[in-house]
């Protein structure tokens, strides 16, 4: 999605050979307009499919996930915690991620009242990488017998394998952006 | 906001006599089209100021900020982290803030890039309870030398004491649901 790579061109950061900060207009700092065309390009990517709820893990998800269930008229929205808080009473499905940012494994959760048998979810995240919380969104679904019907990252570091291993297992995964590799300090997208 | 308090009183879930769990349509999982509704109602609150930005902390703030910046025509949204991840290399504004919900106490952060002296700022948090989040939110500001034109929590429990000290203290503080009082398992809100 070409404003997409243009944006991350003009104001990603880029530290080291495999990080990409684009806290100044996807984490941390949100360009909400942006979001919107974002929103409405992943809509129109799974346009053939028929979903009834979007499943995003916290914290840097949410956002994007919130404009693609409003894009679709406003499907329910899920997203999985990272810790357990105190109010968090249900029974819950829960799965082991690990950070690549952080270096640190947690325990993804939802609680078992969000994610039912009839569910047809499309799955959202800001990054993906390695993969580890694709998959640990889609363990919480299959848990729940619930069917993944997509699967769609706003940035796909490409290099580092997530996106080509859920592909090879058939999953329908799109990529808003995709890093081929970081060189010499510079961005290249896949073609 | 009737259909809000309407929303609070049928999906609510009152555990003991200070918690309500909203986690079938606030927290957890989202009902995108009431956020939208509670959004357009933010924005009319604060028509008659001028703001530049929103502020907001993750996780639970995200998600009806992201609608505020939507409502507001796009204006640049800023969430402060609860935990300073390896890609947050900049410098930072940082202050204390206990969460009511967990019972510890974090320290939350905003990059120095995304607060500057000349923002008006919009806070939007889901639940004010002591006020803490809020008075956390505010020392980063503060700290920028960026002007707080107002606040807005989504629900506000009246009986926990933060709002009536933030509005003491002469700030513009909006509340679209005001639960007064937890009573013998019923929720009653300010008239």
Known sequence: MQILEERIVQ??????TDTVKVDSFLNQQL???????????IH?????????KILTIETSGIAIATVVA???GGLPLVYAKKNKPSTMIDDSYS???KSFTKGIVSNVRVSKR???PSDRILIIDDFLAHGEA????????????AEVIGLCSVIEKVFQGG?????????????LAKIEKVENGKIVFTE
């Open 11 to 16: 104001d990603g950061l880029v530290i080291g």
């Open 31 to 41: 360009d909400v307009n942006l979001f919107q065309a974002l929103g409405k390009e």
């Open 44 to 52: 129109r990517r799974f346009q053939d499919e028929r979903i009834n």
């Open 70 to 72: 409003l894009e679709y």
């Open 95 to 97: 799965a082991p991620v």
């Open 114 to 116: 969000y994610l039912q």
């Open 134 to 145: 694709m998959y640990g969104l889609i363990s919480l679904c299959k848990q729940a017998g």
């Open 163 to 175: 996106g080509d291993k859920l592909r090879a297992q058939g999953y329908h995964l799109e990529s």
